[in-house]
Nanobody, 122 residues
């Protein structure tokens, strides 16, 4: 079992930055791939980024490459999402998730956090 708790969301102006954190409990954190997803009001939850269990492989949705960076610190059981040059369309609830594969698909992730709100004002 893995429990995930996101933090770091908030209100930021367009062009600003935020770093989201996802703290995991459980001794097996380092064996899981981790992903970030987001869900804007009235929209489907969409893939943002993922990182392999070792941290050696990452995946991003094409539209966010260059602005968002995923990383992990296994010693701290934490995965991060650094978000730069934020835009109003990045406004959403951001969720982290743990699964077996470094996947873009929601259905491949077994554990989810409760989400953290990110609001970008224009």
């Amino acid at each position: 079992q893995v429990q995930l708790v996101e933090s770091g969301g908030g209100l930021v102006q367009a062009g600003g930055s935020l770093r989201l954190s996802c703290a995991a409990s459980g001794r097996t954190f380092s064996s899981y791939a981790m992903g970030w997803f987001r869900q804007a009001p009235g929209k489907e939850r969409e893939f943002v980024a993922a990182i392999s269990w070792s941290g050696s492989s990452t995946r991003y949705t094409d539209s966010l490459k260059g602005r968002f960076t995923i990383s992990r610190d296994s010693a701290k059981n934490t995965v991060y999402l650094q978000m730069d040059s934020l835009k109003p369309e990045d406004t959403a609830v951001y969720y982290c998730a743990a699964g077996e594969y470094t996947s873009t698909l929601r259905t491949t992730y077994n554990y989810w956090g409760q989400g953290t709100q990110v609001t970008v004002s224009s």
